[in-house]
């Protein structure tokens, strides 16, 4: 739909129509139907009119541009109308595989990102508490002098690189590559805070950590349980595909949240859980489906190891003890599990209402299991199906913008940088001596995971003696971060007080220009919209997705990857940084980096999905199933939309990605796929290969390792190498033979490159090798604490001391009784500062709040509508209005994450440079959220602490 915004009216000021449009208007224009889900089927004619574009040029050509939506990782197709270089007008894309003409309020208003008068214009500086205009070239060698300086003070991991969810694939690519050269592995984004417990989790289960299946594909499901997922206002559109599997199976939905959500409204049956309780529930769940013999006997005997030690803690988790601990009765508990074992396939949803937690990887492999002893993993209608967050935050994950991984999840051993030098064409031993050559704890630091972002805080206040390298942070470079969606607002303030410098690269001010006392040393650099550049974008299932250039850049904004070309040469790195890619016009040439990155990810296929592959499927969205992405007919027929990861062998080979992770029903040249041979091939004596199960045309008939050329030598395959291919793979495995012969060879006689084994239900390198309940670090259950402790301290985790017992043997409880949780709304994303600063959203939601049970309203004296002071268990607090509702449980309360601009009751409007203060502020809800970190990831605990609540004076 065409959105015209018909007055400048400021949103802030206007709770009507300000802006021409109603909110009733606005939500029948984007397509929201009941609940926050939008389908073109449900619609009537009148709601399909385009309106009016604005000032478009009278008798201009209109030229069509396919994009990509640039919020959620539904991944939606977006058709841009563009005159005279001007944005006038979008449709959703009707013809495209994932939304059907479906968007949400965000991506309906997609266009205001185009247009938005409340970015950045050009670059600025912090002066004696007051914004200067400076020139590019001024930030660069202003920034790039002190960078120099630090590195010669304190080395190169006093520079903190993070990175951003919303890069294209290319510039996520050459972000962590830019860090590697520059010489730390302290760069970071998003993924760390939202579904890094799923990535350790899942693949530490079955050799990937990512989506399963499909949106599309649960259209074949006939049980769907969502634990801590609220898809009809976090990812709108992917709830089409849920109701689709309702209306066509009659598919069995189970909404397990805290909350009463949106989602919840549209399930058969709603299981409201007491936060921080996933794995006593799933376990509570298991323990029926094992009392009754509803697990999958031959699935699991075949293709799990370990299961037999999930029963043995699965038999404690009787239905009264799971009542005590989650609040969940034995009769509902039979029932869920009863609708699951009876309606197969089945899959899980979750999101971060699973993730963020202290055992946030315990949840995710617990979800697995679930899975596994149903049986419902690597069929169509099962799996596990993840909703990632941000647009890219799944490829900018899968190339590494992480601080314990180089791209593809190769990690940081010394073999991992020679495949990458060798890609890269720069010598090993000078990106060696980039880094700092002392040893802490046994490892250089080129070999040591860096500081999360999650803990950057940390990086800046902890004393240095305790720190993993040479000096704390002192400069931070936020590329494309929302600080406001991190814990422990109070500490990050003191944190950016106390850094040299703080450079913000984003397209909007954000948070951290204005929370903190500085009056010096930030600086604001535009970075464009992915709109106002090109490039590829993976979506939540692995599907890799092509964006055309939109418009040019607006006011003085450049794309992040000319940036990162200006910041190389300042640094002196830019010949390394570029040797295989051209340049011109200072912009790093984006398909010369698609095709570096082709070269080196062998380990998660994106070798296949050339810049001609994925421009094909682009113009061809019309021609792909809706319910299987596969190609019907026209010039990509066979191949599967996207080319799902991974897209084995070379883009030559034709591989047409894997639709459903771990299907043995298709031969793997043909999507179909085991489970990796990722943990050996034995443990005690005990086989963890696969049994009598292998991928449809396996010239081997049982479970095999990984592929390596001493392996095909050994099997005689060998000589199916061609001479080149021969020359490449000798010494080398399916990971690192560049010329890709060895996978080629292994998809040839029907087998899986990376080998074919059990999934495993025990994982004996995490703290939990089974998963159990720990409660969180603060919790009002004092009495469970002694059963369900959580972790000792721990001297060193990802460089930093990470307490845990010590914070969880305080007992805050009397003082804070009350829960706090935190989720999504519909309107907003991430920390809200591009949704907020867009009028057509910004009229929606105007008011930051909590939402609190009458119960307790009534009981601490306030009414809905109230301004109230939500008070954390470690002081910090924020005042918000009081929403009064029965979505939440008595002695539970929620927040939306999505706001900022205000801190602790003080409106920071006059802080952010003229003209670019969002429409709307609140309170950011992490102000008022604690520590907590899960012990393998370092993810941050928001799902579940402790809090206060008081009425407001005035």
């Known amino acids: 739909m065409r959105l015209t915004k018909k007055s400048d009216q400021s949103a802030a000021t206007s709770s009507t129509s300000g802006l021409g449009l109603s909110r009733r208007r606005?939500?029948?224009?984007?397509?929201?139907?009941?609940?926050?889900?939008?389908?073109?089927?449900?619609?009537?004619?009148?709601?399909?009119?385009?309106?009016?574009?604005?000032t478009a040029?009278?008798?201009?050509?209109?030229?069509?541009k396919r994009t990509i939506c640039s919020h959620c990782s539904v991944g939606c197709g977006v058709y841009a109308e563009v005159q005279n270089g001007i944005w006038t007008g979008q449709e959703p894309a009707f013809d495209h595989p994932f939304n059907l003409g479906a968007h949400c309020a965000k991506g309906a208003a997609l266009r205001e990102h185009g247009h938005g008068d409340r970015?950045?214009?050009?670059?600025?500086?912090?002066?004696?508490?007051?914004?200067?205009?400076?020139?590019?070239?001024?930030?660069?060698?202003?920034?790039?002098?002190?960078?120099?300086?630090?590195?010669?003070?304190?080395?190169?991991?006093?520079?903190?690189?993070?990175?951003?969810?919303?890069?294209?694939n290319e510039q996520a690519y050459l972000f962590r590559k830019y860090a590697s050269l520059w010489g730390t592995n302290n760069v970071d984004h998003q993924a760390r805070i939202c579904h890094s417990t799923t990535v350790a989790g899942v693949a530490n289960t079955w050799g990937y950590g990512a989506m399963t299946n499909s949106f599309n594909d649960i259209h074949f499901s006939k049980s769907i349980i969502l634990i801590g997922a609220n898809p009809a206002e976090a990812h709108p559109v992917s709830m089409q595909h849920i109701l689709r599997a309702k209306e066509r199976n009659k598919a069995h939905i189970i909404c397990v949240d805290p909350r009463f959500t949106r989602t919840a409204a549209h399930a058969n049956e709603y299981i409201r859980i007491r936060p921080g309780s996933d794995v006593a529930f799933v376990w509570g769940m298991l323990w029926h489906i094992f009392e009754n013999g509803w697990e999958d006997k031959q699935f699991i005997q075949q293709r799990v190891y370990g299961m037999n030690e999930v029963r043995e803690e699965v038999s404690k988790w009787t239905p009264d003890e799971v009542e005590n601990v989650t609040g969940v009765t034995g009769e509902q508990m039979r029932r869920a599990a009863k609708e699951l074992a009876e309606n197969r396939p089945g899959t899980v949803i979750w999101c971060m209402g699973g993730t963020q937690h202290t055992t946030g990887n315990n949840n995710t492999r617990a979800y697995c299991i679930l899975m596994l002893a149903l049986g419902n993993m690597g069929k169509s209608g099962g799996g596990t199906n993840i909703f990632r967050g941000h647009d890219n935050v799944q490829g900018a994950t899968d190339l590494g913008v992480l601080s314990h991984t180089l791209p593809g999840y190769y990690g940081l051993s010394d073999g991992a940088w020679a495949h990458w030098a060798k890609v890269w064409n720069v010598d090993l031993e000078w990106i060696q001596n980039r880094f700092d050559q002392n040893i802490y704890r046994k490892l250089k630091p080129i070999n040591d995971q860096g500081i999360p972002v999650s803990r950057w805080i940390d990086g800046v206040l902890e004393n240095k003696e305790n720190i993993d390298q040479k000096d704390n942070l002192r400069v931070m470079v936020c590329w494309g971060h929302a600080v406001n969606s991190q814990t422990r607002g109070v500490e990050m303030k003191k944190a950016i007080e106390k850094l040299d410098t703080l450079v913000i690269v984003d397209p909007y001010p954000t948070h951290a220009a204005v929370m903190s006392d500085r009056k010096d040393g930030v600086y604001l650099l535009p970075a464009c919209t992915q709109f106002e550049t090109y490039g590829s974008v993976t979506a939540s299932n692995r599907?890799?997705?092509?964006?055309?250039?939109?418009?040019?850049?607006?006011?003085?904004?450049?794309?992040?990857?000319?940036?990162?070309?200006?910041?190389?040469?300042?640094?002196?790195?830019?010949?390394?940084?570029?040797?295989?890619?051209?340049?011109?016009?200072?912009?790093?040439?984006?398909?010369?980096?698609?095709?570096?990155?082709?070269?080196?990810?062998?380990?998660?296929?994106?070798?296949?999905?050339?810049?001609?592959?994925?421009?094909?499927?682009?113009?061809?969205?019309?021609?792909?199933?809706?319910?299987?992405?596969?190609?019907?007919?026209?010039?990509i027929s066979g191949e599967y939309y996207g080319m799902p990861w991974p897209c084995w062998g070379t883009a030559e080979q034709g591989h047409p990605g894997t639709p459903i992770l771990y299907d043995t029903s298709k031969s793997v040249a043909d999507g179909g796929l085991t489970f990796r041979a990722r943990f050996g091939v034995e443990r005690e004596g005990v086989n963890l290969l696969a049994e009598n199960s292998f991928s449809k045309n396996s010239d081997i008939k049982d479970g095999y390792p990984e592929f390596s050329g001493k392996l095909l030598k050994k099997l005689g395959w060998w000589d199916d190498l061609t001479a080149d291919e021969k020359a490449q793979a000798e010494g080398k495995n399916w990971k690192t033979d560049?010329?890709?012969?060895?996978?080629?060879?292994?998809?040839?006689?029907?087998?899986?490159?990376?080998?074919?084994?059990?999934?495993?239900?025990?994982?004996?390198?995490?703290?939990?090798?089974?998963?159990?309940?720990?409660?969180?670090?603060?919790?009002?259950?004092?009495?469970?604490?002694?059963?369900?402790?959580?972790?000792?301290?721990?001297?060193?985790?990802?460089?930093?001391?990470?307490?845990?017992?010590?914070?969880?043997?305080?007992?805050?409880?009397k003082e804070y009784p009350i829960v706090l949780t935190s989720g999504r709304l519909v309107e907003y994303e991430g920390g809200g500062e591009e949704t907020r600063s867009n009028p057509w959203l910004a009229e929606l939601q105007q008011e930051m709040f909590v939402?609190?049970?009458?119960?307790?309203?009534?009981?601490?004296?306030?009414?809905?509508?109230?301004?109230?002071?939500?008070?954390?268990?470690?002081?910090?607090?924020?005042?918000?209005?009081?929403?009064?509702?029965?979505?939440?449980?008595?002695?539970?309360?929620?927040?939306?994450?999505?706001?900022?601009?205000?801190?602790?009751?003080?409106?920071?409007?006059?802080?952010?440079p003229q003209g670019a203060a969002p429409y709307v502020t609140g309170e950011a809800a992490n102000t008022a959220t604690t520590y907590g970190y899960d012990p393998v990831t370092q993810m941050q605990e928001t799902k579940v602490t402790l809090c206060r609540i008081n009425k407001a004076t005035a």
């Open 543 to 635: 599907s890799l997705q092509w964006r055309d250039q939109v418009i040019e850049p607006l006011f003085d904004s450049k794309p992040d990857h000319e940036i990162m070309n200006l910041f190389a040469k300042k640094l002196g790195f830019a010949e390394q940084l570029f040797k295989n890619i051209e340049i011109k016009n200072d912009q790093p040439v984006i398909e010369d980096i698609t095709r570096e990155f082709n070269k080196g990810m062998w380990t998660i296929g994106y070798t296949g999905q050339s810049p001609e592959r994925m421009k094909l499927h682009q113009k061809n969205w019309h021609t792909f199933n809706y319910d299987t992405l596969i190609g019907e007919g026209g010039p």
């Open 119 to 168: 970015r950045l214009k050009y670059p600025m500086k912090l002066v004696d508490g007051q914004w200067k205009k400076i020139s590019w070239e001024q930030a660069i060698d202003e920034v790039g002098d002190k960078m120099l300086q630090v590195r010669e003070e304190s080395g190169p991991d006093s520079v903190y690189w993070l990175g951003s969810a919303k890069f294209s």
């Open 851 to 912: 939402e609190v049970n009458p119960v307790d309203a009534n009981n601490i004296g306030f009414k809905d509508g109230d301004d109230v002071w939500v008070e954390g268990a470690e002081g910090g607090k924020v005042r918000v209005k009081a929403l009064v509702t029965r979505r939440v449980d008595t002695g539970v309360v929620f927040m939306p994450f999505h706001f900022g601009g205000r801190f602790q009751g003080k409106d920071l409007t006059d802080k952010y």
């Open 26 to 54: 606005f939500l029948q224009n984007s397509g929201i139907a009941a609940g926050g889900v939008a389908t073109a089927g449900m619609m009537a004619p009148g709601m399909m009119q385009p309106a009016e574009a604005a």
């Open 57 to 64: 040029p009278t008798g201009a050509a209109i030229e069509i």
């Open 738 to 813: 560049l010329s890709g012969g060895i996978q080629r060879v292994a998809i040839k006689h029907g087998c899986s490159p990376f080998g074919n084994a059990k999934a495993r239900a025990v994982v004996w390198t995490f703290p939990d090798k089974v998963p159990l309940h720990r409660e969180p670090l603060y919790t009002a259950r004092r009495d469970l604490v002694s059963k369900y402790p959580t972790w000792d301290d721990a001297e060193s985790i990802y460089r930093l001391p990470t307490l845990y017992k010590s914070i969880q043997d305080k007992d805050v409880s």
